[in-house]
């Protein structure tokens, strides 16, 4: 119904259409103007509340939340393993109480999980980019790797400055302290235990190069790196160091900053700062000459002669005696070791090219293993259970510079 009133004459007059749209316009801008107005208030929450943790204390170099952020912003991989609070740590290690390890990076202590299990806290100490780089590779590379022959990551903590990785411990300790009789260790390595540790090391690393994708180079192969489970199973750590390569590239590293251990550096990586799967390979040529001898990389009282030209002279005279371990007492096979040192020599070839795949290494080794296993449960104890017709490869003599006589 039409609205009316009534004037002061007691006319009756009926409102003009002019004057009931300048109403309804009045009440349409008066809604869309409270409209607008909780539309600000409501973005001025969101935006405030956004924005409010990027206001953290600036002087605190990591925070608990963020650990995902460190991996994600260039990696996006984030961590999948159990979180540990610092509290959780002082627990788990008595305080900090038994130290297994230390290093520039940091310091390794023994702790014991709720459950009995037992643990390696690697405690990293970053007071550089480099530092906190090096942790984030470790890190990652473990959350995307998993072999029997790789020590496995358990769970990390990133409270306060030092990003800590928790680990399965490996109570036997290195393969370098076995060899040099350190911690206690008075029974020295058989030669089959050495083969097999030699075994399990080798598939780690072809898994490395081979079972991930995109492939892993190590790059700091060498034996206080290769872990020993209490039955002797060995396992690479410290993945610290450790780069992604593609199959048809090669992984360049900085004059600036020394990739690997000396001894144990591929010599082409000191000519093209280029790094390979055949890096890998070179290092892990020396772990076998070790193995072999018992002696370092760099051998003292020689100069410091690198343990590729120490058992050149050796090897001219054909004189295994000076060159294996004395702690094995004479209780290996010969002919086993002349076929594990000749592709330790072909491992440790100037040139990458010359050297064998860890593919071609881990048959060989296991093809010696089994000849070892079946020595061992002959009754025919002698030194001629294999074929005479073995000779060690001549090509790979001349890598070291020496004419190796045949048989």
Same mark, same amino acid.
């Given at each position: 119904?039409?609205?009316?009133?009534?004037?002061?004459?007691?006319?009756?007059?009926?409102?003009?259409? &002019?004057?009931?749209?300048?109403?309804? %316009? @009045? +009440?349409? *801008?008066? !809604? =869309? &103007?409270?409209?607008?107005?909780?539309? %600000? @208030? +409501?973005? *001025?929450? !969101? =935006?405030?509340?956004?924005?409010?943790?990027?206001?953290?204390?600036?002087?605190?170099? =990591?925070?608990?939340?963020?650990?995902?952020?460190?991996?994600?912003?260039?990696?996006? =991989?984030?961590?999948?393993?159990?979180?540990?609070?610092?509290?959780?740590?002082?627990?788990?290690?008595?305080?900090?109480?038994?130290?297994?390890?230390?290093?520039?990076?940091?310091?390794?202590?023994?702790?014991?999980?709720?459950?009995?299990?037992?643990?390696?806290?690697?405690?990293?100490?970053?007071?550089?980019?480099?530092?906190?780089?090096?942790?984030?590779?470790?890190?990652?590379?473990?959350?995307?790797?998993?072999?029997?022959?790789?020590?496995?990551?358990?769970?990390?903590?990133?409270?306060?400055?030092?990003?800590?990785?928790?680990?399965?411990?490996?109570?036997?300790?290195?393969?370098?302290?076995?060899?040099?009789?350190?911690?206690?260790?008075?029974?020295?390595?058989?030669?089959?235990?050495?083969?097999?540790?030699?075994?399990?090391?080798?598939?780690?690393?072809?898994?490395?190069?081979?079972?991930?994708?995109?492939?892993?180079?190590?790059?700091?192969?060498?034996?206080?790196?290769?872990?020993?489970?209490?039955?002797?199973?060995?396992?690479?750590?410290?993945?610290?160091?450790?780069?992604?390569?593609?199959?048809?590239?090669?992984?360049?590293?900085?004059?600036?900053?020394?990739?690997?251990?000396?001894?144990?550096?591929?010599?082409?990586?000191?000519?093209?700062?280029?790094?390979?799967?055949?890096?890998?390979?070179?290092?892990?040529?020396?772990?076998?000459?070790?193995?072999?001898?018992?002696?370092?990389?760099?051998?003292?009282?020689?100069?410091?002669?690198?343990?590729?030209?120490?058992?050149?002279?050796?090897?001219?005279?054909?004189?295994?005696?000076?060159?294996?371990?004395?702690?094995?007492?004479?209780?290996?096979?010969?002919?086993?070791?002349?076929?594990?040192?000749?592709?330790?020599?072909?491992?440790?070839?100037?040139?990458?090219?010359?050297?064998?795949?860890?593919?071609?290494?881990?048959?060989?080794?296991?093809?010696?293993?089994?000849?070892?296993?079946?020595?061992?449960?002959?009754?025919?104890?002698?030194?001629?259970?294999?074929?005479?017709?073995?000779?060690?490869?001549?090509?790979?003599?001349?890598?070291?510079?020496?004419?190796?006589?045949?048989?």
């Amino acid at each position: 119904l039409p609205c009316v009133r009534v004037d002061k004459d007691g006319c009756i007059k009926v409102p003009s259409s &002019s004057t009931k749209h300048k109403t309804h %316009v @009045v +009440v349409i *801008i008066s !809604v =869309v &103007s409270g409209l607008l107005f909780l539309l %600000v @208030v +409501v973005l *001025i929450v !969101v =935006v405030w509340t956004t924005r409010r943790p990027r206001g953290r204390d600036s002087n605190t170099f =990591v925070q608990p939340q963020t650990e995902d952020h460190f991996l994600q912003r260039d990696h996006q =991989v984030s961590f999948e393993s159990r979180q540990f609070t610092y509290a959780e740590l002082v627990n788990i290690t008595n305080n900090f109480t038994r130290v297994i390890g230390k290093g520039g990076f940091g310091m390794i202590y023994h702790g014991c999980l709720e459950t009995g299990k037992q643990v390696a806290i690697k405690m990293c100490f970053v007071s550089s980019s480099q530092g906190m780089k090096e942790f984030l590779a470790e890190a990652q590379n473990l959350t995307r790797i998993y072999h029997r022959s790789l020590v496995s990551l358990v769970g990390y903590c990133m409270d306060g400055n030092c990003p800590t990785l928790v680990y399965e411990y490996m109570k036997q300790g290195s393969l370098q302290e076995h060899l040099r009789g350190k911690a206690g260790h008075s029974r020295g390595l058989s030669w089959g235990q050495r083969l097999q540790i030699a075994l399990n090391a080798a598939q780690g690393l072809e898994y490395l190069h081979r079972g991930c994708k995109p492939p892993i180079i190590h790059t700091d192969v060498k034996t206080s790196n290769i872990l020993l489970s209490e039955e002797l199973e060995a396992r690479i750590a410290d993945f610290g160091l450790s780069k992604s390569f593609h199959s048809d590239e090669q992984t360049h590293a900085s004059r600036d900053s020394a990739v690997g251990t000396p001894g144990y550096i591929d010599p082409e990586y000191h000519q093209t700062y280029q790094l390979t799967e055949k890096s890998d390979v070179y290092s892990f040529g020396v772990v076998l000459l070790e193995l072999i001898t018992g002696r370092p990389p760099l051998v003292p009282g020689s100069g410091n002669t690198h343990i590729v030209q120490w058992i050149t002279p050796s090897i001219s005279r054909w004189s295994m005696d000076d060159i294996v371990d004395e702690s094995l007492r004479g209780e290996y096979d010969l002919t086993c070791v002349w076929k594990i040192l000749d592709l330790a020599i072909r491992c440790t070839a100037n040139k990458g090219s010359q050297r064998p795949t860890m593919s071609e290494v881990v048959m060989q080794l296991r093809s010696c293993l089994e000849l070892v296993i079946a020595s061992n449960k002959s009754e025919n104890k002698n030194e001629n259970v294999y074929s005479e017709d073995f000779s060690v490869d001549q090509e790979s003599a001349l890598d070291i510079g020496t004419n190796i006589p045949t048989r």
